[in-house]
T-cell receptor, first 114, second 113 residues
Framework: DAGVIQSPRHEVTEMGQEVTLRCKPI?????LFWYRQTMMRGLELLIY????????DSGMPEDRFSAKMPNASFSTLKIQPSEPRDSAVYFCASSPHQVVFEQYFGPGTRLTVT | DQQVKQNSPSLSVQEGRISILNCDYTNSMFDYFLWYKKYPAEGPTFLIS?????DKNEDGRFTVFLNKSAKHLSLHIVPSQPGDSAVYFCAAGLSGSARQLTFGSGTQLTVLP
């Protein structure tokens, strides 16, 4: 049974370029979370979807960040334009339903913006 | 303003001894707590959890203790094994309509053979 799938695993891009990170949650899970991990701030929640609907995007740092979930099996996190301070590991996690706290994480995408 | 704090960035323990990882929180409304383990180049994996109605939960070598009055929880691993070497995150959540988690900054545990 596949876990949460993220792509790409590594992304190196130049400042100003658009970056799109992709996530496929575990089948049947209806909650999806995007996190960013940095040395300074640890694991921060960026945005949370339930049944494909964004519930809380208060963690999205600024308008350069956007996230979509067009269907139950796919989500994207886009950064446009990217900046060096966006360099981090971005994790996607999914959860079986809204009454469960336990989240299942993907392997992450390591983003480097030069 | 960090609501969940892990004040020790690292901990080294001898194999076979007890590892104790600590976590403090400031929001007294948190009512569910989890520990995650993370190996390099992998995502965090769920380890053990505890509801605020309990003060202890045990699963094999792992035990989580919750002290609500002190707003403190700890993870005990006994006996520690080299394969336990990883970063451990504590997380806290609020019951209600959402199941968002607030994570601590993590503690790197190294178990020495």
């Amino acid at each position: 049974d596949a876990g949460v799938i993220q792509s790409p695993r590594h992304e190196v891009t130049e400042m100003g370029q658009e970056v799109t990170l992709r996530c496929k949650p575990i089948s049947g899970h209806n909650s999806l979370f995007w996190y960013r991990q940095t040395m300074m701030r640890g694991l921060e929640l960026l945005i949370y979807f339930n049944n494909n609907v964004p519930i809380d995007d208060s963690g999205m740092p600024e308008d350069r960040f956007s996230a979509k979930m067009p269907n139950a099996s796919f989500s994207t996190l886009k950064i446009q334009p990217s900046e060096p301070r966006d360099s981090a590991v971005y994790f996607c996690a999914s959860s079986p339903h809204q009454v469960v706290f336990e989240q299942y994480f993907g392997p992450g995408t390591r983003l480097t913006v030069t | 303003d960090q609501q969940v704090k892990q004040n020790s960035p690292s901990l080294s323990v001898q194999e076979g001894r007890i590892s104790i990882l600590n976590c403090d929180y400031t929001n007294s409304m948190f009512d569910y707590f989890l520990w995650y383990k993370k190996y390099p180049a992998e995502g965090p994996t769920f380890l053990i959890s505890i509801s605020s109605i309990k003060d202890k939960n045990e699963d094999g070598r792992f035990t989580v203790f919750l002290n609500k009055s002190a707003k403190h929880l700890s993870l005990h691993i006994v006996p520690s094994q080299p394969g336990d070497s990883a970063v451990y995150f504590c997380a806290a959540g609020l019951s209600g309509s959402a199941r968002q988690l607030t994570f601590g900054s993590g503690t790197q545990l190294t178990v020495l053979p």
